[in-house]
């Protein structure tokens, strides 16, 4: 679903009909229905999927790179990883864990996203892909696209990673003016904040608490169209990546322009 969000595919095509706004608001209460089967798990699933998710980010990127030689398409378990990663990083990890590791999802998100267009742009299934040779990116692979294409050819990864970013900080960060007070703030480390169970981090206390909140529920889905035609009406990518909420991350590191960022992003993974 948030895939079909990300890329403004149908929803139609599996179910013959529902739209974006219905599917928003049944966004929340699949969210629910994952948290509800993750707790009744092994207790060591969370921790499981939490350990996952640092080594995927402590790996190479060769290890998950998309491509092959032979110039065929990118396979399930390495196109999709990023986005199986970003998924399993909400249901288990802390909203500051999250922030530690966004910066390297995007990155990540940038090739997957790069090498998926320049395989869908091969003339045949043994010629590699224009600015690809032997299953990596040149290093000028960016030049054909230009600012406005380059945009729209990783728009759909932007609009994927900034809609985790929506539901991490809407589910876990505590607000000020919460009426049930959690023991530990929502964006707690992920070191052992129990409550008085002992057997929840703080921030779990934060993400039970708003999924048993319906009001909050019902109310998400609006801040999140919100944001979907925000996103979508960006015209560059320093707007979009502002809007994404990463901006200050993508220009730093000794990069002045967002272009900079993305080169470098593309080169990275034949590394």
Same mark, same amino acid.
């Given at each position: ?48 999927? +939490?350990? !996952?998710?640092? =080594?995927?980010?402590?790996?190479? *990127? #060769? ?6 030689? /032979? %110039? ?104 000020? +003016?919460? !009426?049930?007070? =959690?023991?530990?703030?929502?964006? *707690? #480390? ?6 008085? /169970? %002992? ?73």
């Amino acid at each position: 679903m948030l895939a079909r969000f990300a890329t403004g595919a149908s929803f139609s095509v599996d179910c013959r009909g529902g739209g974006r706004e219905s599917n928003s608001r049944f966004l929340p209460f699949m969210i629910q229905m994952a948290r509800h089967l993750l707790d009744q798990g092994s207790p060591s699933q969370r921790r499981n999927m +939490a350990r !996952a998710v640092s =080594a995927y980010i402590s790996s190479s *990127s #060769s290890d998950v790179r998309p491509s092959s030689p /032979s %110039g065929t398409q990118p396979t399930l378990g390495t196109e999709e990883t990023v986005q199986f990663m970003m998924v399993n990083s909400f249901l288990s990890e802390s909203y500051e864990s999250w922030l530690q590791h966004r910066r390297a999802f995007l990155q990540r998100g940038i090739y997957h996203a790069y090498m998926q267009h320049t395989h869908s742009r091969a003339p045949s299934a043994t010629s590699p892909p224009q600015g690809v040779e032997s299953g990596t990116v040149g290093q000028n692979a960016t030049a054909e696209a230009g600012k406005n294409d380059l945009l729209s050819i990783i728009r759909p990864m932007l609009v994927y990673t900034g809609l985790i970013e929506q539901l991490q900080h809407f589910f876990k960060v505590k607000k000020s +003016a919460s !009426a049930t007070p =959690a023991r530990t703030d929502g964006a *707690s #480390s992920t070191t052992e904040g129990e409550d008085e /169970s %002992g057997n929840l981090e703080g921030w779990e206390v934060v993400m039970t608490e708003r999924l048993l909140n319906v009001k909050e529920l019902l109310g998400f889905p609006n801040e999140m169209l919100s944001w979907l035609d925000d996103i979508s009406s960006a015209e560059d990518l320093q707007e979009a990546f502002d809007i994404v909420g990463v901006l200050a991350e993508v220009l730093s590191g000794g990069f002045t322009r967002c272009e900079d960022f993305v080169q470098a992003a593309i080169n990275a993974g034949k590394s």
